[in-house]
């Protein structure tokens, strides 16, 4: 049986995640003062005490995202298992910085520092109510990329996230996404719906913060991962640092393939995949992938029990 680790996207914040696993593992916790002590604040209180919309803006949920599948990750490996035991690690966006994190090919207080950098330049890089994300859902990769391409009219529409068979997200300019919604429902589209997001993101609005990305990795430290990662860009395994780096730029402008990247670790012998963190956002999308693939949730020391067995 081949493993793969994924590592979970924005949406999936809530308040008080993570905080049973720093309880019961010192190592878990580690993770949170680590990034507190990354970013000058206590981003744990914000994260286990705070208010819930102050957690979900994007400069907040990131790293808070992150640190949370970071300890998750640390109580796996306080309990004997070990990041190897994958044959690759994935993550749906901000989750591609933990899931290199997760394989050392990133610091823990690196990482912090760079989804905060990359939190605010995409919440900057468009003035709120300018942009737009919605889902469409019942339409494939395809036609979601024809209803973007026609909702256009001279202003940005793209296809953003190939999440899975029936969900495509389109990003850009409010108007044309709002096109795109009632085109992809002429089309045939079971529902076509605004998200509740701050920004359009993974969309060529986003250039402002790729070029506010480029200049915050190039003075990181990136090692090769100690299992490949599949990058949302590419849909396939990839491990030089150079490249890494590179990708983790074009991936804020850039399509989410995930559907393709699940579908890639499938064609690998990919059997079970383990959600690494919040929510259990991404083991619905993979089931709708390709149902021989069992994903697990690794988000609080009662799954982490499960899993020994």
């Not at 002590?37 to 907040?60: F, V």
């Amino acid at each position: 049986m081949s493993r793969a680790f994924v590592f979970p996207g924005q949406g999936a914040q809530t308040i008080g995640m993570g905080r049973d696993l720093a309880e019961a593992y010192p190592a878990a916790k580690a993770v949170f003062d680590e990034v507190d002590e990354a970013l000058g604040e206590s981003l744990s209180a914000l994260i286990w005490e705070g208010d819930i919309a102050d957690l979900t803006l994007t400069a907040n949920a990131q790293p808070a995202l992150m640190a949370t599948s970071l300890a998750a990750m640390r109580a796996l490996e306080a309990e004997g298992f070990a990041v190897t035991d994958a044959g690759f690690v994935a993550g749906h966006s901000l989750g591609e910085y933990s899931a290199l994190a997760a394989a050392g090919a990133l610091s823990v207080a690196d990482t912090a520092r760079l989804l905060r950098i990359r939190g605010r330049a995409m919440q900057e890089a468009v003035p709120v109510g300018v942009g737009a994300m919605a889902a469409l859902l019942g339409l494939d990769f395809e036609a979601a990329s024809e209803v973007a391409a026609e909702a256009a009219q001279g202003e940005i529409c793209q296809a953003a996230n190939d999440n899975d068979p029936a969900q495509v997200v389109v990003s850009g300019h409010k108007a044309a996404v709002e096109r795109a919604c009632e085109l992809a429902k002429e089309r045939g589209a079971k529902r076509a719906l605004l998200l509740p997001v701050s920004a359009p993101f993974h969309c060529a609005l986003m250039q402002p913060a790729a070029e506010a990305m480029e200049a915050a990795l190039a003075d990181v430290v990136i090692n090769a991962p100690a299992v490949p990662l599949v990058a949302n860009v590419r849909a396939e395994a990839v491990s030089d640092p150079d490249v890494i780096r590179q990708l983790l730029v074009e991936q804020v402008t850039g399509s989410v393939r995930w559907r393709e990247s699940v579908l890639w670790m499938a064609a690998q012998g990919v059997t079970e995949a383990w959600e690494i963190g919040a929510g259990k956002a991404l083991a619905g999308m993979i089931k709708r992938i390709d149902r021989a693939v069992a994903c697990k949730p690794v988000g609080t020391p009662a799954d982490i029990a499960a899993l020994k067995g």
